[in-house]
């Protein structure tokens, strides 16, 4: 139904998290024999310790929705084809977006953060948000996710060890204007136009993103003409991407891209 012969996969990385998170997985995908690019966000390509610091966080606050689809297209636009994109978390619903746009073959969207629309199952996940991007005690255009933040919501089901070694090596600050735009027009999907191949991804232990939220983002789609699908995974958190057991969804998304394509 939806002919390709793209070869190219683009990694979209989310938020309080270096691109560099994704270093298994682009080597998973290369030895599969795809050609694998994963750009850091807009004014975030140095390490994580570098991007503590506050000259560089200053940058990184003034990151928007917006940039990020902009920055985004731009990048898509030079690769010699439609990229098949994976997106985490915030960069889920920025593969949503782009989906939308038909700049993708196909997109997998990993624990994504969901669009804009009414669901009860969104109230964990905007109580977080809210106290991200929201903080009126605050005047800093970033907010530093704490290790306990790290361990409670994001990394959790974990050991205490693995949980300090990938927050010391991959968190960085956010920008709040980048989360306040979840809350707005530029994050909408409209769920009955036709679209590349998607798949929904959740995880059971998602502090964050709950697998009923995921499963409700999933059956919004709505157009009967193109390939929407869901997947869960049991016994992991928000950040699979660096769970010890991460070849799990990646070999799923192997095998659901050799059917489609």
């Given at each position: 139904?939806?002919?390709?012969?793209?070869k190219t996969i683009m990694f979209v990385s989310g938020a309080f998290v270096s691109h560099n998170y994704w270093e298994n997985w682009i080597l998973f995908f290369e030895n599969q024999g795809y050609k694998v690019v994963a750009p850091p966000w807009i004014h975030k390509n140095d390490n994580a310790e570098n991007l503590r610091i506050e000259n560089s966080s200053t940058k990184i606050g003034s990151i928007t929705l917006n940039n990020l689809l902009s920055y985004y297209e731009e990048i898509i636009e030079i690769?010699?084809?439609?990229?098949?994109?994976?997106?985490?978390?915030?960069?889920?619903?920025?593969?949503?977006?782009?989906v939308q746009k038909d700049l993708a073959a196909a997109g997998i969207c990993i624990n994504s953060f969901p669009p804009s629309g009414y669901t009860a199952f969104k109230f964990s996940y905007l109580?977080?948000?809210f106290k991200f991007s929201c903080n009126l005690l605050s005047l800093k255009m970033t907010y530093n996710l704490s290790f306990r933040n790290w361990q409670n919501?994001?990394?959790n089901a974990t050991s205490n060890e693995q949980q300090l070694k990938t927050y010391q090596k991959y968190w960085i600050p956010e920008s709040k204007k980048a989360l306040r735009g979840l809350f707005?027009?530029?994050?909408?999907?409209?769920?009955?136009k036709k679209h590349?191949?998607?798949?929904?991804?959740s995880c059971s232990e998602d502090q964050m993103i709950s697998p009923k939220l995921v499963y409700w983002n999933y059956k919004k789609y709505r157009n009967v003409h193109a390939i929407t699908c869901y997947k869960s995974f049991d016994d992991q958190n928000h950040f699979t991407i660096l769970h010890p057991e991460w070849e799990a969804p990646a070999e799923h998304i192997l095998k659901w891209l050799d059917k489609i394509f």
């Open positions: 139904m939806y002919p390709s012969n793209s690769l010699p084809e439609k990229p098949v994109l994976i997106g985490h978390s915030y960069g889920g619903l920025l593969v949503q977006l782009l109580k977080h948000i919501i994001f990394y707005s027009g530029k994050a909408k999907i409209n769920f009955r590349a191949p998607i798949l929904l991804i």
